[in-house]
């Protein structure tokens, strides 16, 4: 039985990965569907899949990291719908290296869009929220992490860390306004943002992956989907303020990864292409007025 019929669900990133698998499980269970994104593409492609389950969608141009944008795209999905239900502040980027030369601006960007990004979109739905009075529920995706770093993800851990902490104290905020507000950490999920961490099917990435992650296999964007889905149900009414892991038990296990030859070959290739998708994206991303 569809549990979100009637309700409508706003979802940063959404052009791809985790956001579009949010989004196509929302559809399902009966939600429309407001896709902010840069991604106009990918937006467009999330879209048309929703109309293809029989709901409604609508693609709004936005920058989580201007205000100005974000805000319009709240209101827009407002005007269109007469409503707001659910929030997914899903959105993000990650940029790796040393402490000794990250440059300023991969430092900023991060922030910008993985942290004051998160804060943005927040705001903007649960002012729209509030106003309509109809209560709601907000979920943001923080990462697997927020708990585990490294010597070149320390930057992104950092955002996440902040988004973790930041939903304990709206949870106490929104409260008053039957807004519930948790986070999820991600492990490693088959997306484009993670192709180097995941590794090709086959592949000697993934199969290390596969042996180190006790349930044997990588994350689907379905996965982060389904506990989305129940944060934003009926079931998930009393869940207000959490951080919750979602990556197969590898949290424990991430220790035990010896790089061969074959894996690191295919991780130097599979960065090689995130990095063209990031400077193909940057121009977008730069845009925030």
Known sequence: MSQLIGKVAFITGAGSGIGRGIALRLAR???????????QDGARMTADLVTQLGRQALVLKANV?????????ARDCVNRFGRLDIAVANAGIGRSGSVLDMSPKDWQDQIDVNLTGV???VQAAAQQMARLGNGGRIVCISSLAALNTSGTMWAYSATKVGVAMMVRGWAQDLGPHRITVNAIGPGVIE???????????LGAIRSSLETRTPVGRVGQPDDIAGLVNFMAGPDGAFMSGSYVVMDGGLRDSRGS???DPKAVEEQQRLFGRAAERQM???????DRG
């Open 191 to 201: 997306t484009p943002l993670a192709a180097g961490l995941a590794g090709e099917p």
């Open 280 to 286: 193909k994206m940057q121009p977008l991303l730069d």
């Open 257 to 259: 990864w010896e790089p």
């Open 29 to 39: 269970e009966g939600a429309d569907i407001c896709i902010p994104d840069i991604d």
């Open 119 to 121: 804060f943005l979109t």
């Open 65 to 73: 990291a201007s205000h100005m944008q974000i805000q319009t795209a």
